[in-house]
């Protein structure tokens, strides 16, 4: 019987998207550091909650939380024109979100200011919208779009200006710290690639509120004691103004 023979496929927009991610995230000196948290309170709150925000609305406001309090996490490392760290006023939450695009699926990233003066209400109605709302609709989206499927050079080099060049465009387009999660999948990602400063993620969320929580970080702006001190601030950030929060849509509902 004859072999069969395979075939070549063209890159699709959102392969070719993912290798422009990855070429830049290669260059960051990136570590991750995990903690186990226990939210078994934040659990049983967020279970009788009305409505029910997702984890990624919780573990976004949560983290901008401890962004706001720790500057250090809202500074990125910039080459040009000498290294140095630009530090931002505000958080920007960049979310990585799965949407169908022409039959396949791919990856964009959402962008969020300020979630920690949003409700956890508000934060979900977005996260809802980027997964829904038509996605020529959503202008990070279309942005990433059309610099995709410019040529090669050129796509490269409006990354490298991205990530370089100018501080605040840097985080207004890109964001300041990252969400990447499919712990609703039942998995998790031990050491996710990004050329954010920081990126949260974390995996399934055990009935008792057992949770392995990561932060992958730059090293070259951050180094692993602050990254720890970032997780306990979070774990304490979920159990005191997020549980207060999730308790509080308990009792509006029950009114």
Request: charged share 25%; proline share 8%.
């Amino acid at each position: 019987m004859p072999t069969p023979s395979g075939r070549n496929l063209r890159l699709s927009v959102p392969r070719r998207f993912v290798c422009d991610l990855l070429h830049f995230a290669h260059k960051v000196p990136s570590v991750p550091v995990e903690r186990r948290m226990r939210l078994g309170l934040v659990v049983a709150a967020r279970a009788v909650a009305s409505p029910r925000p997702s984890w990624c609305a919780i573990f976004t406001k949560a983290y901008s939380f401890v962004a706001a309090a720790q500057p250090e996490l809202r500074r990125a490392y910039l080459s040009f024109p000498w290294p140095h760290l630009y530090e931002h006023p505000e958080s920007v939450a960049s979310i990585a979100v799965e949407r169908d695009y022409e039959d396949e699926p791919g990856i964009f990233f959402g962008h969020l200011r300020h979630p920690e003066k949003l409700s956890l209400a508000e934060i979900e109605a977005d996260l809802r919208r980027f997964k829904e709302q038509p996605i020529t609709k959503i202008s990070s989206f279309r942005r990433s779009l059309n610099v995709t499927r410019l040529p090669r050079p050129l796509r490269r080099l409006l990354w490298w200006l991205g990530l370089n060049l100018w501080g605040r465009k840097r985080a207004h387009y890109l964001g300041t710290f990252g969400v990447s999660v499919y712990g609703s999948l039942g998995a998790s990602a031990l050491h996710p690639l990004t050329p954010l400063t920081t990126t949260v993620n974390y995996g399934p969320i055990e009935p008792d509120g057992s949770v392995h929580v990561r932060i992958v970080y730059d090293h070259r702006v951050l180094d692993g004691g602050t990254v720890a001190r970032a997780l306990d601030h979070l774990e304490r950030i979920l159990g005191c103004e997020i549980l207060a929060e999730l308790r509080y849509l308990q009792a509006v509902d029950a009114a």
